[in-house]
């Protein structure tokens, strides 16, 4: 394959491409003027109207519509809008309301689905140029479950190519930005679930998250994202980015919306291998469980290597749990990671799917996940497969014993801040590239602090709990023992509630500039005379 350039590359990724890579089978025009009342409702707000009948489902889609036709040509969140269909969901939702029939809190919500959950009838991607003409025949579990509940498909999001990065930044579509400054990375991979709920492009998205790829864009774009137990939501009919550790998730704006979403995304799944029967849970009413008795620990290895601000940020933070609990303690010591990265290929899942895959269409990948490729096609040993898929067992077998003195954990969701994107482009282009699609054990990886729990399996949610000198929010995470999803919901909202940085907004506008991927070529210098 013929070496690209970065400006090539970004060429390709970029504007070439993500001028079309948005399209709408009932395209809106920009002159259509959303209504900034509605579409900055949260998903809780927009429900109480619907079922006040103060607003219909209609009406709350259109406003959205008319808004990413003039905001999503900057953050690029969105891969393929769905507004016809849409717009068919909302009338016939709205019958209902009128009759009285609301089948959920999501009656009418409009929804955006990461662009690897499987859609019948609409392309579903993986924003990689391998699946740009694939069209699934059926949806996905949590589609099917989605629309039961009377939720709108609004469209698919983008994000880092098949799942394989942190970043965010490599997709046949162009990367999404993040709202809070144009210039810099959503993190990944759900990174336009994170972009387009942050500017305000829906109420509510599905992501996934194997290493961290719901609460690293969460905790970048300024959002609330939780990864629930291992097979507590389906990811059958989800392109998978590692099997074994794939997690399905909602990003919203607050606490109480993800615990809206996962209510009705939950259930066992015969055609999901990873799937698990657990008691249906109303976690909205879990939320709302006084917190004043748990016992928190904040394991000192998550503390490390952290940014001086993002340090100072989350120690704040920490200040505030300690009066609303029985306390912190750093004496919380967690299960290690294993060690090398050879236990994520040796698990082999990742390797499985794609080879097929490349026996049918080739290598026709985006090259940063070409280079992976390289990495995660290295054939592992029967031994070293079945060591790997055994270490991980044990792991989840053992885990919720690190919880028998304390309840939950708490730590910074990442070490960082987000990158801007250029360098970031930098290092996916660079000869110098680690060969591996994960940066799990790179301390300046979003994913550093994330990924240990899609190992353990656990569930753990992100929330802002701050920001720093430059307007950038910074996440906290939350994790508990197996099906602790409730408890960790309601130590969230309980922060929430004594805090208001949920409450912040990027400062879009209709004029704010798209910063360029690469610089500008230089100005020719005049010719001597």
């Not at 008319?66 to 909302?90: C, F, G, S, W």
């Not at 194997?210 to 970048?220: D, E, L, Y």
């Not at 290929?345 to 070409?370: F, R, V, W």
Request: charged share 20%.
């Amino acid at each position: 394959m013929k070496k690209l350039s970065r400006r090539d590359f970004t060429t390709l990724c970029g504007s070439t491409l993500a001028a079309g890579a948005l399209f709408s089978s009932s395209p809106l025009s920009a002159s259509d003027i959303p209504s900034e009342d509605l579409t900055s409702l949260t998903l809780l707000e927009a429900s109480t109207r619907i079922r006040n009948r103060t607003v219909t489902s209609m009406q709350l889609t259109k406003a959205l519509l008319a808004r990413i036709a003039i905001y999503d040509p900057k953050v690029n969140a969105y891969v393929t809008l769905m507004a016809t269909e849409a717009l068919k969901q909302a009338a016939q939702l709205d019958e209902e309301a009128k009759a009285g029939k609301f089948r959920s809190p999501l009656h009418g919500i409009p929804i955006a689905l990461k662009d690897n959950i499987d859609t019948a009838g609409t392309r579903t991607t993986a924003a990689s140029p391998m699946f740009r003409t694939r069209v699934p025949t059926e949806d996905a579990e949590v589609v099917t479950k989605l629309v039961a509940s009377g939720a709108v498909i609004l469209g698919k999001v983008n994000l880092h190519e098949f799942a394989l990065g942190c970043t965010g930044d490599v997709s046949y579509f162009g990367p999404a930005r993040n709202p809070w400054n144009l210039a810099l990375i959503t993190g990944g991979s759900s990174s336009g679930s994170g972009a387009a709920v942050a500017a305000d492009l829906c109420y509510g998205a599905l992501g996934t998250d194997t290493g961290g790829s719901i609460r690293v864009p969460s905790s970048w774009c300024g959002i609330v994202g939780i990864k629930p137990t291992t097979g507590l939501v389906s990811v059958s009919g989800i392109i998978p980015c590692l099997a074994s550790l794939d997690h399905c998730g909602p990003m919203a704006r607050t606490v109480e919306d993800v615990a809206l979403m996962l209510t009705e995304l939950t259930g066992y799944d015969n055609q999901d291998p990873f799937s698990v029967e657990a008691p249906k849970q109303d976690y909205f009413k879990l939320m709302k469980q006084p917190v004043s008795s748990f016992k928190l620990g904040a394991p000192v290895e998550y503390y490390d290597h952290l940014e001086p601000e993002v340090a100072e940020i989350v120690a704040a933070a920490i200040v505030v749990l300690t009066k609303l609990t029985r306390g912190v303690t750093s004496h919380a010591p967690l299960p290690a990671m294993p060690e090398g990265e050879n236990f994520f290929n040796a698990i082999g899942d990742t390797a499985a799917y794609h080879e097929p895959l490349i026996k049918q269409s080739g290598m026709d990948y985006m090259p940063p996940t070409l280079q992976d490729m390289k990495s995660i096609l290295t054939p592992a040993t029967a031994s070293d497969s079945s060591n790997a898929h055994l270490t991980l067992a044990m792991i989840r077998r053992h885990i919720d014993a690190a919880f028998k003195e304390i309840d939950l954990v708490v730590m910074p969701t990442t070490t960082s801040l987000p990158k801007p994107l250029r360098d970031s482009l930098k290092v996916e282009m660079s000869d110098r590239k680690p060969t591996k699609a994960y940066d799990f054990f790179d301390p300046t990886s979003g994913c550093y602090n994330t990924a240990p729990f899609d190992v353990y399996g656990v569930p753990a949610l992100t929330l802002p709990c701050g920001f720093s000198k430059s307007g950038l929010p910074v996440g906290l995470m939350i994790a508990g023992p197996h099906f602790s999803e409730g408890k960790v919901l309601a130590l969230a909202y309980a922060f929430q509630q004594a805090t208001d940085w949920h409450k912040r907004k990027p400062t879009l506008t209709p004029d704010t500039p798209v910063p360029p991927l690469v610089e500008a070529d230089a100005e020719p210098k005049p010719a001597n005379t």
